[in-house]
């Protein structure tokens, strides 16, 4: 661990010392309990209005991107706005149709919204902020990511309607196909840092060069590849656009959530959004640094505050790409996964045992050494990329004698 | 004996049989992925985080897919049915068989010793479980791998490939 | 290479937020109703009375109450009961008016035609339509103290419209007066001419002088 002044600075030693401050008004017994429980408040009060303004942030930032200025009437400039939707949701009917699975159909987004929250346990949020410091960590994380997959299904056939099911099973192909590329993409990552636990890999990309350039994994060749991948994978995985086939409301009415009305199609959406923060703070943790400053004259910056950071703006560049991209369809995301994420992926891990064997190379080979990384890395993408494209090129217009 | 064990134990044993005794796919499907979770459990319970937790990432995340899509696309059974057997002798043959088997599973179960209560179980630790797998057993991890492979290889050739059996399906 | 056209509409949508702060080409909403935007000369919305003086304008309403409007109005949203008694419209000339003039504006449909057929140009289109109300039937239905609005009003909302209505009804009241001047001075220029005895009393069919323009409207009185 790095002690030293960092570890004793007050901000930084501010969250845990509340914690044990609260702790210590009650008995010895019930103590860890207790700590369970703060945590639990914490994390789900923080990303709950996390969620709340996400919601805003996002339909302001897609208004401006569209010219226009987005929610502003509810309260000075719409802060209000995401309360304005809450009461909405829980006002309106809640609908079970006839025929349906009732017990699945209620149970389906309590399952979505459980296990998305429960992968937060293991992220480390700051220098002592890990709900849970598991060894296998990272495991424990993609385990709960593909238990919501199930919920996905329960959601999809509880409803008793063939266009839901159909939506679920393509849903469910969609994410089952880019769980191969995320997990692949992060197997670089454990390989170099030799540990499946999320604060080992954040303390793994500790220091800096000059005091200026991070060790992050971004800034490695197959760290930018595998950050890439990961990026593309968690769009795909969080059905956000341009992968958000399974809930368009042009393609299947709303896929699986067809059936669902008022509170349960608030809970399927708060689901998303918590996994799509759970995964960009898994991609923070992994290949940006977690909660260590970019600089060494910043780290007096408190480390969650970092993390806090990154992980905004890793949510604001998944609603920039959500502004610009149009949709994939089924068979075009599906060839994005299996044809081309997954060989890069793969390739990706032979340059990353290529670097880890190189790394004592001296000085003027260590040149050497990026230059092959670099070229393992963009000429297959290159290649494949104009493969695939192959038949696909730009369009011909040819258009009526005027 | 310990009251997390019993209460786990209690809970795969109860969503097995339901799971045998449901009438609809889809119920038995999802009710075995919650026996697979209690499983899960029972090694968390255990102390084994990394078998626990890659229980859960391949049962409930790639096996329950995997019955789940067989279950939609093949035609189903009717509905309901019927309780009574077709011959008698299905009953008695079905009682004696499986009266052997569970008679074998227990007298092997009850006869083997238990660990004395005071013996600490082993922690282990990921980084040792990838050394040991890497050790003796590492031809056939290789080899597991290079079978996994060419099963996934030909999964996508015989997907992939076009249409002959398209016009057989349809007639 | 691949990618290069999606990092490019990143590129682009980047522009548009930066560009939304202060660049008004990329912020194109009107903040209604803090801000309003001018609406064309030629926008109509619901139909209103036109009246030439502003102090009285129940009083000196163009309507006659001809009730073609209401015959010609396809949805019939318009309701007219004629006055009992005549009042002198601008030309002096003494006309009926609408002792009830109502218009359903949640029928209409502005559709012009009751502006198109009116042969007094007494009813013109308004552009207001921030009519909403509370009441469902009694407050969308307009009478004449609502409807009837002042020439400059209609000039300040159609000042095209209104300036060729005014001087085509100047160029006919010029036009009638003129007609007016010339009968009086035919007339005036008559008398001298008809001899008063010679002509015989068995004579009654002789076509009288130009017909005058009296107001009256009676015919000239026979020589007796």
Not at chain 3, 181 to 189: E, L, Q, T, Y
Request: overall charge neutral; some cysteine; proline content about 7%.
């Amino acid at each position: 661990m790095n002690a030293g002044p960092l570890d004793s600075a007050f901000l930084e030693r501010a969250p845990v010392q509340l914690r044990d401050l609260l702790c210590g008004y009650v008995p010895e017994a019930v103590r860890p309990a207790a700590e369970a429980l703060i945590t639990m408040v914490a994390v789900l009060a923080v990303f709950g209005l996390l969620f709340a303004y996400l919601t805003l942030a996002e339909r302001k930032i897609l208004g401006r991107i569209q010219n226009r200025p987005g929610p502003n009437r509810t309260g000075p400039r719409g802060v209000l706005q995401p309360f304005a939707d809450a009461i909405k949701m829980l006002t309106k009917e809640d609908i079970v149709p006839r025929a349906a699975d009732r017990l699945l159909h209620f149970l389906a987004p309590v399952v979505l919204v459980a296990f998305s929250l429960v992968t937060f346990a293991v992220i480390p949020f700051g220098r002592q902020l890990v709900a849970i410091d598991l060894d296998a960590g990272v495991l424990y994380f993609f385990a709960a990511g593909a238990s919501t997959e199930l919920a996905i299904f329960m959601a999809g056939w509880a409803s008793n309607n063939k266009y839901a099911l159909l939506a679920a099973m393509r849903a469910l192909a969609q994410l089952i196909s880019y769980e191969l590329p995320l997990l692949l993409a992060v197997v670089p990552v454990i390989m170099v840092a030799g540990t499946l636990s999320p604060q080992g890999i954040v303390l793994a990309q500790a220091g800096w060069n000059f005091g200026v350039l991070p060790h992050w994994n971004l800034f490695t060749p197959w760290g930018l590849a595998g950050f890439c991948i990961f990026l593309v994978a968690a769009l795909a995985e969080s059905n956000r656009s341009p992968f958000d086939l399974p809930e368009a409301e042009s393609e299947l009415i709303a896929g699986h959530l067809t059936e669902y009305s008022g509170f349960k199609y608030a809970l399927f959406f708060m689901a998303e959004y918590f996994g799509m923060c759970a995964l960009n703070s898994l991609g923070v943790t992994l290949f940006l640094g977690g909660w260590q400053a970019p600089c060494a004259f910043l780290s007096f910056i408190p480390s969650y505050a970092w993390f806090g950071l990154k992980l905004l703006s890793l949510l604001v560049v998944f609603i920039w790409i959500r502004a610009t991209l149009p949709r994939l369809r089924m068979d075009q995301l599906m060839r994005l996964a299996w044809k081309f994420l997954v060989p890069l992926a793969l390739l990706n891990l032979g340059v990353v045992a290529f670097w880890q064997l190189t790394a004592g190379w001296s000085a003027p080979l260590q040149l050497v050494r990026w230059a092959a990384s670099l070229s393992f890395i963009i000429v297959p993408f290159v290649l494949l990329g104009r493969k695939l494209s192959a038949g696909l090129g730009p369009r011909v217009y040819r258009y009526a004698a005027s | 004996m310990n009251f997390a064990f019993s209460v786990i134990a209690f809970l795969i044993l109860a969503t097995a049989a339901a799971a045998m005794c449901l009438r609809q796919l889809v119920h038995v499907a999802l009710l075995l992925v919650v026996t697979w979770f209690a499983i899960a459990a029972f090694y968390l319970w255990a102390g084994a985080e990394f078998v626990a937790f890659a229980q859960i990432l391949i049962y409930a995340g790639a096996i329950s897919m995997v019955v789940l899509f067989a279950v939609l696309l093949t035609r189903q059974a009717p509905l309901s049915p019927s309780l009574t057997p077709a011959h008698p002798g299905r009953v008695v043959a079905a009682l004696s068989l499986g009266g052997a088997v569970a008679g074998t599973m227990g007298y092997a179960i009850l006869r083997t010793p238990l660990a004395p209560a005071s013996a600490a179980g082993p922690v282990v630790s990921v980084r040792e479980l990838g050394m040991e797998l890497m050790g003796s057993p590492l031809a056939a991890v290789l080899i597991v791998g290079v079978i996994l492979t060419a099963a996934l290889i030909g999964a996508v050739v015989i997907a992939a490939s076009p249409g002959t059996t398209k016009e057989e399906e349809s007639s | 290479m691949l990618g290069s056209g999606i990092l490019q509409g990143l590129a682009v949508t980047a522009k548009n937020f930066f560009g939304s702060f202060h660049d008004p080409a990329r912020f194109v909403t009107t903040q209604y109703p803090e801000e309003r935007t001018t609406l064309p000369e030629a926008y109509r919305n619901f139909p209103f009375l036109v009246a030439e003086n502003a102090e009285d304008p129940l009083g000196t309403l163009r309507c006659v109450a001809c009730q073609i409007c209401e015959k010609e109005c396809p949805p019939q949203c318009i309701y007219i009961e004629k006055s009992k008694d005549k009042k002198p419209d601008a030309t002096g000339k003494l006309q009926l008016y609408p002792a009830v003039f109502d218009i359903d504006i949640s029928t209409c449909m502005s559709c012009q035609i009751c502006v198109e057929v009116c042969p007094f140009d007494a009813i013109k289109m308004d552009q207001v339509f921030e009519t909403a109300t509370n009441e469902r039937f009694n407050a969308l239905l307009l009478h004449k103290q609502n409807l009837a609005k002042p020439n400059q009003y209609f000039h300040r909302i159609h000042p095209s419209d209104a300036a060729e209505v005014d001087a085509r009804l100047l160029a006919e009241r010029k036009a009638a007066e003129e007609k007016a001047r010339i009968a009086a001075a035919a007339k005036a220029a008559v008398p001298p001419k008809a001899p008063p005895s010679a002509v015989a009393p068995t004579t009654p069919s002789s076509p009288g002088p130009a017909p005058s323009t009296d107001p009256k409207g009676l015919p000239p009185s026979s020589p007796s």
